[in-house]
């Protein structure tokens, strides 16, 4: 059973710091994609950050670039997700997403944390 469980959320000061985490179980953790997304209410998720199995590809939204890092630590089957100078804009329920890899037998499969909330105060 894939399990994905965020933590790290709380609330910071302007241009304050946190680092989230998602801790992965029951998959191989270094064979999927990770993703974070972030959602404000009811409006779309946005996909922040993604790192592959191994790390090798990493891609950030326009949005963040510059002061979210995504890495993983595949011993600690942990991804994280380093977000410096957070602003009140980047207030949002984070969640972690995996993606299980496509096989020629299998589609890709969407994974879901609980989520984490983070809260930016001006």
């Known amino acids: 059973q894939v399990r994905l469980v965020e933590s790290g959320g709380g609330l910071v000061q302007s241009g304050q710091s946190l680092t989230l985490s998602c801790v992965g179980s029951?998959?191989?953790?270094?064979?999927?994609?990770i993703r974070w997304y972030r959602q404000v209410s009811t409006e779309e998720r946005e996909r922040v950050a993604t790192i592959s199995g191994y790390g090798t590809s990493i891609n950030t939204a326009d949005s963040v670039k510059g002061r979210f890092t995504i890495s993983r630590d595949n011993s600690k089957n942990t991804v994280y997700l380093q977000m410096n100078d957070l602003k009140p804009e980047d207030t949002a329920m984070y969640y972690c997403n995996a993606r299980s890899p496509l096989t020629p037998t299998t589609e890709p499969e969407d994974y879901w944390g609980q989520g984490t909330e983070v809260t930016v105060s001006s």
């Open positions: 029951g998959f191989q953790f270094n064979t999927y994609g």
